[in-house]
């Protein structure tokens, strides 16, 4: 009982860790989305949102990690990998997590969240795509929910 216990938190402390490189990440964006995609507890790629930088509206944080990856490993699938963000996914966002293969998405705030902060979001959510989809993507939220809302509050 201890041993799993003791694992349980290993897996929050490397959760929290993740999430705190994409919040970094997210700084470094046009808005405060960040995503970090890891492998075995090693990152292997990180980046950020660049709509306005690129003139691109499908340059989110999770597609440009999705693509980098894809695009380094010369290889569509992410079987095995996990995305870290600091936002649930759009719909967009979602659906390529789902072609990639995904293993597992770990987000800090919700659309939901940002709905009540009055931030303009499509109000579809990430385990709706999921669920209609052919792939079982596991789907861990709020890890570190407050300080990627504080990021949302600051823009």
């Known amino acids: 009982m201890i041993e799993h216990d003791f694992s349980l938190i290993?897996?929050?402390m490397?959760?929290?860790y993740f999430m705190r490189l994409a919040l970094?990440?997210?700084k470094k964006g046009d808005w405060p989305y960040g995503a970090v995609v890891v492998k075995d507890d090693e990152v292997v790629e990180v980046a950020y949102n660049t709509v306005q930088r690129n003139n691109d509206p499908s340059a989110h944080a999770e597609m440009n990690v999705i693509r980098s990856l894809t695009n380094k490993l010369k290889n569509p699938s992410l079987e095995g990998y996990t995305i870290?963000?600091?936002?649930e996914?759009?719909?967009?966002?979602a659906t390529a997590c789902i072609w990639a293969g995904i293993s597992e998405i770990v987000y800090g705030v919700s659309i939901q969240d940002l709905i009540?902060?009055?931030?303009?979001?499509i109000h579809v959510f990430c385990d709706d795509i999921i669920a209609k989809s052919f792939r079982n993507i596991k789907v861990t939220k709020g890890i570190l929910k407050d300080e990627c809302l504080a990021l949302f509050m600051e823009n």
């Open 84 to 87: 870290y963000t600091t936002c």
């Open 10 to 12: 290993i897996t929050k």
């Open 24 to 26: 970094e990440a997210a």
């Open 116 to 121: 009540r902060l009055n931030q303009s979001q």
């Open 89 to 93: 996914p759009c719909p967009m966002c």
């Open 14 to 16: 490397n959760q929290e």
